[in-house]
């Protein structure tokens, strides 16, 4: 009996310990934005809302949720909308030079996004444009377009094919294939591309401390606000951006598993 | 849409790099008529559908319906139809959505398309199915909708892909009368790829027997069950009992073969000297003389199947030729025993050196 309790305890205390090293910290941060207190450290004191009150009536964080919500949509629909086109050219089509430019669509992936961010910034001071959310907004795209080519190709199989043939056969033309039977199919993984996308976008801060100056960003003003000291309002706003974070990786794996369980 | 049309396939090859799929067919189909491709495996048959279909462009030859070139007219614009093999029908729309597509893409009027969607639903035995997804039919059903699809868009020549294939022994046989009762109603060409050789035989007017690429054999199913023209035409289509000779004297029509078993005088044109085979169906054995037959063979019983209306006789002659016989239940002989069999020489076909190679 104890000959195999004891593993088992031994294993529960590990995987406790691994969810411990990678929540605490997060957990902490949650727990101190409700702190009724100047400083967030212990000892605990409270409950109180205060700090998040000071969060909604802070014009900057405000301001800066709409320019990451802009950013975040903008950017991700163009990532999706482009991801869903590659996808398309590279599951039905001949492409010239095909796996250079595979390799070079999928490659953003992999590069950090400090170097994302200087190249950026020095190809717009080239071009004579100044820092902006534009530019953020590029970056997101460039970030986020092969995750939402790599999720739309692997939703266009061979059993895709089979369903565009059928559709031609009873008449479609390329146009109505596209719109009638590629889309609707691929459309629960072009909308989990797009909550994917959309969560990278919203809690990206290189990108966006590189190429912004006056309009910026919410994960840069809270960068910001932390410059000045720990203050339990920053906790406040850092559990926001993670509620938001969560909704959304909680939507997709919805509607994933939603897929899955319709096959 | 398009009234029925007939259909020829002239010297049509196919070639994936080094592999020849199809190696020079030509097939003619009259209007309105039933037929099925039949073959193993990797015999072209499917390939030949899809080239008829639109969804292969052969490496040469062309395809004609109608008496009009289509080889490159892409799926959409030919008058064919086709019933995929696992169906494909579209899992994101209503069983009704579905068999309204095409109408849909002929810019049919939606009233319209949706009384006949609902004629063709009832058609194949679905009345009242058209509100349902496509994820709550079983096999049987769905394979209906394919059908109701593909017909209600009224195709000069229906093309089916091993239609039957996904369905279970007793739906297949019941489909199978569905599928000539359709036929012969709408008065369409049907092309039907099979490699089941009873399906093939209970629907075609036509059967077409392929083989590596090529067309084995080609008629009516009566025909070329008992005159099958090759080796591989009397052995895939039903069994036969092949006994390999050599032609000693030809004379208008008829062959004299010298085989391991003796001499048999049969019907067909042969070069004296050549090396040729006989086959003969094992229904038409039998194992006592009279009514004309002749001895064919001596062999030892291997085993005998009891099949309920007949013995299936399994024996192998001195010379270790296999024999199959068909016999009644009375006449089975024992395992082990040596039998005589005798055949009529008109049930005794003369293969063609063709497929010898």
């Not at chain 1, 795209?141 to 199989?157: K, R, W």
Request: charge should be neutral.
């Amino acid at each position: 009996m104890t000959g195999r309790a004891l593993p088992a305890l031994g294993w529960a205390a590990l995987i406790g310990a691994f969810y411990a090293f990678i929540y605490l910290p997060v957990a902490v941060l949650m727990l101190f934005s409700f702190h009724d207190g100047r400083v967030p450290v212990p000892p605990f004191e409270g409950p109180t809302l205060d700090w998040y009150g000071r969060v909604l009536a802070n014009g900057k964080l405000i301001e800066a949720t709409g320019h990451s919500l802009a950013v975040g949509l903008l950017s991700s629909a163009v990532a999706v909308a482009l991801g869903f086109l590659a996808a398309v050219a590279f599951a039905r089509h001949r492409v010239p030079m095909r796996r250079t430019v595979e390799a070079m669509l999928v490659v953003p992936l992999t590069v950090s996004y400090i170097i994302i961010g200087l190249g950026l910034l020095i190809t717009m001071n080239g071009l004579g444009l100044s820092k902006s959310l534009l530019g953020v907004g590029l970056g997101h795209v460039v970030i986020n377009l092969p995750l939402c080519f790599l999720i739309a190709l692997s939703q266009m199989g061979p059993a895709e094919a089979r369903l565009e043939a059928a559709a031609r056969d009873l008449g479609a033309s390329e146009a109505a294939v596209l719109a009638r039977i590629t889309l609707p199919l691929a459309a629960p993984a072009l909308i989990a591309g797009f909550f994917l996308s959309f969560t990278l976008s919203w809690d990206e801060f290189v990108i966006a401390f590189l190429l912004t100056n006056f309009d910026v960003t919410l994960p840069v003003v809270i960068w910001s606000m932390l410059r000045t000291g720990l203050n339990p309002e920053t906790n406040a706003a850092g559990t926001l951006v993670f509620a938001v974070s969560l909704l959304l990786v909680a939507i997709v794996e919805l509607l994933v598993l939603r897929r899955r369980g319709a096959r | 849409m398009s009234r029925p049309a007939r259909l020829d396939a002239e010297a049509i090859s196919k070639r994936y790099g080094a592999e020849t799929a199809l190696a020079g067919i030509s097939l003619h189909v009259p209007a309105g008529s039933y037929v099925v491709l039949l073959g193993p495996s990797g015999s072209g048959k499917t390939t030949l559908l899809s080239i008829v279909g639109g969804f292969t462009v052969p490496s040469e030859g062309r395809v004609l319906i109608d008496g009009e070139d289509v080889t490159a007219t892409g799926p959409a614009q030919r008058p064919t139809a086709t019933v995929f093999q696992d169906y494909a029908l579209f899992p994101h729309m209503s069983v009704a959505a579905n068999v309204r597509f095409g109408l849909s893409m002929r810019g049919v009027a939606k009233a319209e398309a949706r009384r006949l969607a609902t004629e063709a639903l009832a058609l194949v035995g679905l009345a009242g199915f058209g509100d349902r997804p496509i994820a709550a039919l079983s096999g049987g059903q769905r394979q209906r909708v394919a059908l109701a699809r593909s017909l209600v868009v009224e195709p000069a020549i229906l093309l089916l892909d091993e239609p039957l294939g996904a369905l279970d022994l007793h739906l297949r046989r019941q489909m199978q009368d569905e599928l000539k009762a359709l036929q012969r109603t709408t008065g369409r060409s049907f092309v039907h790829v099979t490699h089941d050789q009873e399906e093939a035989m209970a629907l075609a007017d036509l059967i077409v027997v392929m083989n590596r690429g090529r067309i084995e054999d080609m008629g009516p199913p009566e025909r070329v069950y008992a005159r099958p023209a090759t080796r591989f035409a009397a052995t895939f289509m039903g069994e036969s009992t092949i006994l390999e000779g050599r032609v000693q004297m030809a004379t208008d029509g008829r062959a004299a073969v010298e085989t391991a078993e003796g001499r048999l005088v049969v019907g067909g044109g042969a070069a004296a000297g050549a090396e040729v085979a006989l086959s003969i169906r094992p229904e038409r054995l039998r194992l006592a003389p009279g009514d004309g037959a002749v001895p064919v063979a001596t062999a030892t019983v291997e085993e005998c199947v009891f099949q309920g209306g007949f013995v299936r006789v399994r024996a192998r002659t001195a010379a270790g030729a296999a024999v199959l016989a068909k016999v009644p239940p009375e006449a089975a002989p024992a395992a082990g025993a040596e039998v005589r069999l005798f055949a009529n020489p008109s049930d005794i076909v003369l293969l063609s050196e063709e497929t010898q190679r």
